[in-house]
């Protein structure tokens, strides 16, 4: 059974830096594209950056130049450093995968920033 765990999510002061981590599991082969999305209370789940299986990255607007999307060594895992947060980065951060259009979904892991 596939499954993408994330992790590094918490509270933090604005300004200040958190670094997300998913790590799949129950797959043979490298996933396709890898990215995060979240989801702030009362609002939809929206993604933040993506990831391809050569490392093409592109973000959403509101994070550039401030967040970085990574691949790690291991296979099929997955960084997200985010820099200079803001109090509206407060969301429940997901982890998603693709391959070959099967979609995959991590639990998710809580991002708070305070003012």
């Known amino acids: 059974q596939v499954q993408l765990v994330e992790s590094g999510g918490g509270l933090v002061q604005a300004g200040g830096s958190l670094r997300l981590s998913c790590v799949g599991s129950?797959?043979?082969?490298?996933?396709?594209?890898m990215a995060w999305y979240r989801q702030a209370p009362g609002k939809q789940r929206e993604l933040v950056a993506t990831i391809s299986s050569g490392g093409s990255t592109s973000y959403a607007d509101s994070v550039k130049g401030r967040f970085t999307i990574s691949r790690g060594d291991a296979k099929n895992t997955v960084y997200l450093q985010m820099d200079s947060l803001k109090p509206e980065d407060t969301a429940v951060y997901y982890c998603?995968?693709?391959?070959?259009?099967?979609?995959?979904w991590g639990e998710g892991t809580l991002v708070t920033v305070a003012s």
């Open positions: 129950g797959i043979l082969f490298r996933f396709n594209t």
């Open positions: 998603n995968a693709d391959r070959y259009g099967q979609y995959y």
